[in-house]
């Protein structure tokens, strides 16, 4: 999601977004972990792919073992997040088709928050919804409201490896919701009219035919 498409005034977040790290239980905890030193980190800022680049709409695979040459694609996802800025992103946006979300819903006098979400599952959603305003770094300077669930539950695993469960509302709810699409192929958009959706989609089509001559 973009910075700038979030009203904060929605206030602070309620004390249940910490989540609550469950036992290894689930086959999910058979991935290998790598201890953090087992490589040198050189971020490097990645290229976002913008609309209406095909590879949007590809689902993504799930991570098999994070290894190091995925510790250095979430290192390059956080840059590239914080440069652009944004506050959310998925690894298909910077071309790689893996189960991947950084995330950072800190503010800006706050101290920086990164949040990884790997290969990460809804396993409920709330009747009640919240609309919020929305953006994508790979829809630049479109906001729309977009009506979803208010609270989710999501099981993941951390940058460890460690399977995790958390219960969210508010903008975390959201911006989850609207990462997790990112690796099922689906856009913010997508939950937009199609009139709306279409009238997008032609912008962009046309601005990349552009940039293309
Ligand atoms: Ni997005």
């Known amino acids: 999601m973009n910075s700038k498409s979030i009203p904060w005034q929605a206030g602070p977040l309620p004390p249940t977004l910490g989540g609550t790290a469950r036992a290894a239980a689930t086959p999910l905890a058979r991935i290998d972990r ?3 030193t087992a490589y040198i980190a050189t971020m490097a800022l990645r290229d976002i792919l913008i609309l209406p680049d095909k590879r949007l709409r590809q689902v993504s695979e799930p991570v098999k073992k994070i290894d190091a040459g995925i510790r250095k694609l979430i290192e390059d996802m956080f840059e590239t997040m914080y440069e652009a800025p944004g506050i959310g992103l998925a690894a298909i946006q910077v071309g790689t088709p893996k189960r991947i979300i950084t995330m950072d819903l800190a503010k800006k006098e706050e101290p920086e928050n990164p949040q990884v979400f790997i290969n990460p599952e809804i396993l409920w959603i709330s009747e009640e919804k919240a609309i919020y305003e929305e953006g994508c770094l790979s829809i630049p300077e479109y906001y729309s409201d977009v009506e979803r669930p208010a609270q989710v539950k999501v099981k993941y695993l951390d940058r460890e ?3 995790r469960e958390i219960e969210a509302n508010g903008l975390l709810a959201t911006c989850l ?3 997790i699409d990112h690796l099922n192929g689906v856009l913010f958009i997508d ?3 199609k009139l709306k959706r279409n009238r997008v989609l032609k912008k962009f089509t046309k601005a990349a035919k552009r940039a293309a001559e």
Do not use: D, R, T
Request: charged residues 15%.
């Open 34 to 36: 790598v201890p953090a």
């Open 177 to 179: 919701q609207h990462e």
């Open 191 to 193: 939950h937009l009219s």
């Open 161 to 163: 490896g460690e399977p």
